[in-house]
C-alpha cells in the first residue's frame, strides 16, 4: 500500500512519502515507475494519497479543475470533498458502494493527508476529516511510522529535528517493517503561515 506521514513542528509543516508501488503480491520499484509520485501540489498545499493507484490520478486531476477546492482548515477540507463526491462518482466513475452493510454514508473510496500552511490533516473515505496537532500517518506502513515519530518527539521540543526530518522518520520506519512501503523517502516541506 504506503507510507505516508505528516508533521507539525516549530520549525514548520511536513509530508512524505514512500516510492513504491504495489499491486497485489506484485511490486513496481520506483525505478521502474515513471509517474510514481504519492505526493501532488495544489496550491500552497501538499496532498498525499493512499490506496489504489487510479486515486492518484483522480484526486489530482479533480482538485486541479475544483477551482473552488479548500485545504486550508477542517471545515473547507470537508466542503470541498463534499462537493467532490459527485463530481467524483458522475465524471471519474467511482463506485461509492458502502464497504460494510451499514455504513452511514457513500464511500469516497479515498483516504489522504494534506500539509498546508495553515496546518496538517487527514481525510479518510467517509469524508472524515481530521486536523493534527503534531503528526500522523496513512497506509499499511502507518502503525511503524507512528511509533518512530512518537518516539522520537521529544528530539523536536529540544530543536534538534525539524518537521521535514520527523517526517522522514515516520516513513523509513514504514519502509524497514512494511512489505508494501519501500525507498527512497520523499519529502516536502511547507512554511507555516504566520499567526
Not at 93 to 122: H, K, R
Not at 124 to 138: G, L, Q, T
Amino acid at each position: 500500500m504506503s507510507t505516508l506521514t505528516v508533521t507539525r513542528t516549530p520549525s514548520g509543516i511536513a509530508i512524505a512519502s514512500d516510492a513504491l508501488t504495489t499491486f497485489n503480491d506484485l511490486r513496481l520499484p520506483p525505478d521502474l515507475d515513471a509517474a510514481g509520485e504519492k505526493v501532488i501540489a495544489v496550491g500552497d498545499a501538499f496532498v498525499g494519497v493512499v490506496g489504489y493507484t487510479a486515486h492518484h490520478l483522480v484526486i489530482q486531476d479533480a482538485l486541479e479543475r475544483f477551482e473552488e477546492a479548500d485545504l486550508s482548515s477542517r471545515r473547507g477540507i470537508f466542503e470541498t470533498f463534499r462537493a467532490l463526491h459527485p463530481v467524483l462518482k458522475e465524471e471519474y466513475y467511482l463506485n461509492p458502494d458502502t464497504e460494510q452493510e451499514g455504513d452511514p454514508y457513500e464511500s469516497t473510496q479515498v483516504s489522504l493527508l494534506i500539509a498546508a500552511p495553515t496546518g496538517i490533516f487527514g481525510v479518510y473515505d467517509m469524508r472524515e476529516v481530521h486536523e493534527f496537532s503534531r503528526f500522523w500517518a496513512m497506509g499499511s506502513g502507518a502503525p511503524f511510522a507512528l511509533g518512530a515519530m512518537h518516539a522520537r518527539w521529544a528530539e523536536v521540543d529540544g530543536g534538534d529535528l525539524d518537521a521535514g526530518a520527523l517526517a522522514a522518520v515516520g516513513v523509513e520506519a514504514g519502509c524497514r517493517f512494511d512489505p508494501a512501503s519501500g525507498g527512497p523517502v520523499t519529502v516536502y516541506e511547507v512554511a507555516a503561515a504566520a499567526g
